[in-house]
């Protein structure tokens, strides 16, 4: 519960934050980066502990809250504000997404964290007989992450900014953001690690992915 919770907070404060565009020299950024990768981390750990089909469930659950964010932070766009208010233009911006970039963002998120969730669990499926077991897990945490990046990387920006950016400038944004979210996980990594170990502790699970349906549609076997 506590880590669904979490998940879903991340999705949701991700997608308010990338409204604000950031540059660090000459890399262009969204603020989305400060949080986003956490909901890889979460992702890590919920499949690295309890599997892919709790994760499954985990996946489906923020993808459902953040459309209702979208959807209620759209009509409330819609209403027209009170006379005395003066803050359209601000609300606009955060809560006004353009439906191009929402179906971009909810598809790329999808596909993301399920090819994250997959690697992550074939992965500890073909480590289960390994000597170096526990040195694994971070082979695991940012391999799943690479995967999962480069793939929400890959469908969103073409999806969402094609033709609004140039398209020669398509491939180095996405190499820039998956380096620096994967540099991210790396750098969080002892304490992903330390999450993991008392979770699996705590909860006395460990699970093996055998023989499970990766369907992502199977969402009610967990």
């Known amino acids: ?26 890399v262009n950024l969204t ?11 979460i992702n890590d750990v919920v499949c690295e502990v309890w599997g892919y089909q709790r994760t499954r469930m985990l996946i489906w659950m923020g993808f459902a809250m953040n459309f209702l964010v979208v959807i209620f932070g759209a009509i ?31 598809i790329a998120f999808l596909a993301g964290s399920f090819i994250n969730a997959y690697v992550m669990s074939k992965m500890k499926l073909s480590a289960k007989n390994s ?42 944004l996405m190499i820039s953001q998956v380096t620096l979210k994967t540099l991210y996980e790396i750098l969080v990594l ?10 699996k502790k705590h909860d006395q699970e460990d699970v093996y992915d055998d023989d499970i349906n990766y369907n992502i549609f199977n969402i009610l076997k967990i």
């Open 1 to 26: 519960m506590l880590f669904g919770t979490l998940f879903c907070v991340c999705l949701i404060t991700a997608n308010v934050l990338e409204t604000k565009q950031l540059s660090f020299g000459p």
């Open 31 to 41: 603020a989305g980066i400060i949080v986003f990768p956490v909901s890889y981390i």
């Open 76 to 106: 409330a766009d819609w209403i027209p504000g009170a006379p005395y208010w003066h803050g359209d233009e601000g609300f606009h911006v955060i809560f006004g997404l353009a439906p191009r970039i929402a179906l971009a963002s909810f």
């Open 131 to 172: 000597d170096s077991f526990k040195k694994d897990f971070s082979a695991r945490a940012i391999w799943s992450t690479v995967f999962g990046e480069l793939t929400d990387s890959i469908i969103f920006f073409p999806l969402a900014l094609g033709g609004v950016i140039p398209w020669e400038e398509m491939p180095s």
């Open 190 to 199: 002892p304490v992903t690690i330390r999450v993991v170990a008392f979770t």
